[in-house]
T-cell receptor, first 109, second 120 residues
Framework: DAKTTQPPSMDCAEGRAANLPCNHSTISGNEYVYWYRQIHSQGPQYIIHGLKNNETNEMASLIITEDRKSSTLILPHATLRDTAVYYCIVRVVGSRLTFGEGTQLTVNP | DAGVIQSPRHEVTEMGQEVTLRCKPISGHNSLFWYRQTMMRGLELLIYFNNNVPIDDSGMPEDRFSAKMPNASFSTLKIQPSEPRDSAVYFC??????????????????FGAGTRLSVL
């Protein structure tokens, strides 16, 4: 599976949009971009995934660049409960979930 | 559905003792995963079952670790004998598809709340 690069930490003001970047320059054509998050002391939670088109669900939006070498997870109105470690994972559907370091997002009041 | 259920939530034991962690996957899911999370190594996959059969146990650290899935609704991870370096949070996850999902399948893994193990 392709390797991903994420900033180690980010801050966001409550109520503002949180934009979390992920670089995956070696992504293959059949690899999807998955996002999970882990709130302190809880198990990881699926957020969203996509192949090449932008995706939106009740939790977030996923923007994938046209060359698919990077993506951005957008939490449109961050709340304090969104404080968590966010993992960007690139994988072929059915392959292992390999968790990297992720980005620690802190939402400040 | 109540989600993936793990027990106990916390376990404190002494070195050399046997430890058994339990997991009930989401009903209808065909695959089950055991992960371990530590500060040093992050979140790592230990073993994966598909239709109750162990498919990949390459992440199991050593022979002291064993996992079973006697039926579709129950799995155990056993450590015997336990050592202080086994202290970690152990997560169980389940998914409808295993590691051979068809193209376009969501293939989402749902995680339990974890068991925090402390070996003294």
């Amino acid at each position: 599976d392709a390797k991903t690069t994420q900033p180690p930490s980010m801050d966001c003001a409550e109520g503002r949009a949180a934009n979390l970047p992920c670089n995956h320059s070696t992504i293959s054509g059949n690899e999807y971009v998955y996002w999970y998050r882990q709130i302190h002391s809880q198990g990881p939670q699926y957020i969203i995934h996509g192949l090449k088109n932008n995706e939106t669900n009740e939790m977030a939006s996923l923007i994938i660049t046209e060359d698919r070498k990077s993506s951005t997870l957008i939490l449109p109105h961050a709340t304090l409960r969104d404080t968590a470690v966010y993992y960007c994972i690139v994988r072929v559907v059915g392959s292992r979930l390999t968790f990297g370091e992720g980005t620690q997002l802190t939402v400040n009041p | 559905d109540a989600g993936v259920i793990q027990s106990p939530r916390h376990e404190v034991t002494e070195m050399g003792q046997e430890v058994t962690l339990r997991c009930k996957p989401i009903s209808g899911h065909n695959s089950l995963f055991w992960y371990r999370q530590t500060m040093m190594r992050g979140l790592e996959l230990l073993i994966y079952f598909n239709n109750n059969v162990p498919i990949d146990d390459s992440g199991m650290p050593e022979d002291r670790f064993s996992a079973k899935m006697p039926n579709a609704s129950f799995s155990t991870l056993k450590i015997q004998p336990s050592e202080p370096r086994d202290s970690a949070v152990y997560f169980c996850a389940s998914s409808f598809y295993g590691l051979a999902a068809p193209p376009g399948a969501k293939n989402i893994q749902y995680f339990g709340a974890g068991t925090r193990l402390s070996v003294l």
